[in-house]
């Protein structure tokens, strides 16, 4: 873990104002960068957005409108022009509850299908009464996880941003994936796609073996054509593989200094010392009211209605193992992060 504190003065200038030093949480989707983001986004002095960032950077960054096939995007895939209009998009849809309720952590806590639509209604709501005072100047809070395939242009956007990259054991990554892909919302008889948000509907095309909606869900990594008649464990490793090895191939550009690595189960075990050292990195004065929602940590974006393997505590332990053996080259960037054993079964 890197716990250097960061030194980085520089802004970013938009037309109205100016983006200082933001926090962008990276981490391959399902990796708990949910609970993380919103841990953080209850802070006095950070900024968000109403939600994950697909209605900002989907439009200009959109895989068909550069010609290509995946979310992977870079700072060369972009000019000058459009940095500057996302990065005014960016400070005008910024808001922070946080100056309408002085503890809007009940808003964060929720994982139902009521209480997530009451919650998003909420913030909306609250968040733009709260754009009336937004000063010139602030720091602004982003977690998206398609952003693991573009960390390269989120340094291009925000060249003074930090980044903590959430990391979580494969094993119960992937199965959490699987958990997602075959996760619906249900209104009585009625089905919704769950986790589907600013995808894309090319799963249809690889005749998967266990999956037979259009919708991808997650994202859209590079090479996922190949995965041709696969299971959706095999799917899950291979998206589990591209963010985080695009992650690090990113971050080789980055100074360490504006890098805070994250054990998921670290912070899971003990979330108020995670949130503190993050917080003197980031140089984030002290806030109660995190580390009030920290030492709560309500379980959010859950799937339910699994039954998990009482000997590896997996949902679809044998289509984790399948996964993961479909990647071989898996062993090497997960020693990397820190995860020595990633058997399966104990």
């Avoid at 960061?6 to 030093?21: C, H, L, P, Y």
């Avoid at 096939?69 to 005008?92: A, I, L, P």
């Avoid at 504006?258 to 108020?272: A, D, K, T, Y």
Wanted: glycine letters at 6%.
């Amino acid at each position: 873990m890197n716990e250097s504190k960061s030194k980085w003065k520089f802004t970013v200038e938009n037309a109205d104002g100016m983006i200082q030093r933001p926090i962008v949480i990276i981490g391959a989707p399902r990796s708990g960068t949910t609970i993380l983001q919103r841990c953080l986004a209850v802070h006095p002095e950070l900024w968000h957005l109403r939600a994950e960032s697909h209605y900002v950077l989907e439009g200009p960054y959109h895989p068909r409108k550069l010609g290509r096939k995946s979310n992977r995007c870079t700072r060369e895939d972009t000019d000058e022009e459009t940095v500057e209009s996302v990065r005014e998009r960016f400070y005008e849809e910024a808001m922070n509850v946080s100056k309408v309720l002085s503890n809007p952590g009940w808003l964060f806590g929720t994982s139902s299908l009521v209480g997530r639509a009451f919650s998003a209604a909420a913030v909306l709501s609250l968040g733009n009464c709260s754009k009336i005072t937004k000063p010139d100047e602030f720091r602004f809070l982003e977690k998206t996880p398609k952003n693991s395939l573009r960390v390269s242009l989120l340094d291009r956007l925000f060249p003074d941003a930090l980044f903590i990259w959430n990391q979580r054991h494969p094993a119960k990554n992937i199965d959490s994936l699987v958990a997602g892909w075959h996760t619906s919302d249900k209104i009585g008889p009625i089905g919704l796609p769950r986790f589907a948000r600013a995808s894309y509907p090319v799963a249809e095309e690889l005749n998967l073996k266990d999956y037979s909606d259009k919708w991808w869900k997650f994202a859209l990594v590079p090479e996922w054509e190949t995965l041709q008649s696969k299971t959706i464990g095999e799917v899950a490793a291979w998206q589990y593989y591209q963010c985080n090895r695009y992650t690090l191939k990113d971050f080789q550009d980055i100074d360490d200094e504006r890098i805070f690595e994250l054990n998921h189960e670290s912070f899971v075990q003990n979330p108020l010392s995670s949130v503190r050292d993050i917080s003197e990195w980031a140089d984030l004065p002290k806030s109660q009211v995190v580390e009030h929602f920290a030492r709560a940590l309500p379980q959010v974006n859950d799937t339910k209605g699994e039954t998990r393997d009482e000997e590896t505590g997996l949902r679809y332990p044998e289509g984790v193992q399948r996964g993961m053996r479909s990647v071989p080259e898996l062993s090497d960037l997960t020693s990397r992060m820190g995860y020595g054993d990633i058997s399966v079964y104990p």
